[in-house]
């Protein structure tokens, strides 16, 4: 049972918007940045968004990402067959001993 | 570019050991944090430890507290996890990652070395 609380799968066809959200507490998003990873089939996971809503270099501004109160919100818009893939989003948690928590992860499909 | 090659993984019994290395290169390892994080078969990511850019801190998820003990050598580029008292469940993908440094969370990862703990 993971500390963040995502969707287990999500789909959407090319072109199209998907959301993924990301459900935590006063503890962790509520008091803190939320982040983003995404990790390709076989692949290591890849930071994708920081500080809620910021992108490193090279993240296509196709991913946006959102945060209010205790939730968070990824956004993938003009959906692609290479963004099927599974996202964690990824928080400290204040009141736990060490500084990350993960959530359980959201596989996306590109029908 | 920034570089994190794990290695040491493999298959060992329970109640055993393994150390894993970490080399860093393409940054200054001395200025970042680093941590390890797994992902166990089919399964998502679970963090496991972190460690200060000088090592005067520590800290551990509550799964592998007082087994795994997380150290660098900044002389070396090299970060460290020894394991101690495996169990099946620490059966993972172990990745080291340097931290992003304006919060202390993970900014790029290795690709991981795999952990088997079975008789």
């Known amino acids: 049972q993971s500390v963040l609380t995502q969707p287990p799968s999500a789909s959407g066809t090319p072109g199209q918007r998907v959301t993924i959200s990301c459900s935590g507490s006063?503890?962790?998003?509520?008091?803190?940045?939320v982040y983003w990873y995404q990790q390709l089939p076989g692949t290591a996971p890849k930071l994708l968004i920081y500080?809620?809503?910021q992108r490193p270099s090279g993240v296509p501004d196709r991913f946006s990402g959102s945060k209010s109160g205790t939730s968070a919100s990824l956004a993938i818009s003009g959906l692609r067959s290479e963004d099927e893939a599974d996202y964690y989003c990824?928080?400290?948690?204040?009141?736990?001993?060490?500084?990350?928590?993960f959530g359980g992860g959201t596989q996306l499909t590109v029908l | 570019q920034v570089q994190l090659v794990e290695s040491g993984g493999g298959v060992v019994q329970p109640g055993g050991s393994l150390r894993l290395s970490c080399a860093a290169s393409g940054f200054t390892f001395s200025s970042y944090g680093m941590h390890w994080v797994r992902q166990a078969p089919g399964k998502g990511l679970e963090w496991v430890a972190f460690i200060r850019y000088d090592g005067s801190n520590k800290y551990y998820a509550d799964s592998v507290k007082g087994r795994f003990t997380i150290s660098r050598d900044n002389s070396k580029n090299t970060l460290y996890l020894q394991m101690n008292s495996l169990r099946a469940e620490d059966t993972a993908v172990y990745y080291c990652?340097?931290?992003?440094?304006?919060?202390?969370?993970?900014?790029?990862w290795g690709q991981g070395t795999l952990v088997t703990v079975s008789s």
């Open positions: 500080r809620n809503n």
């Open positions: 990652a340097k931290d992003i440094g304006i919060d202390t969370m993970v900014q790029t």
């Open positions: 006063s503890s962790n998003i509520g008091s803190n940045y």
């Open positions: 990824a928080a400290w948690d204040d009141s736990l001993s060490g500084p990350a928590v």
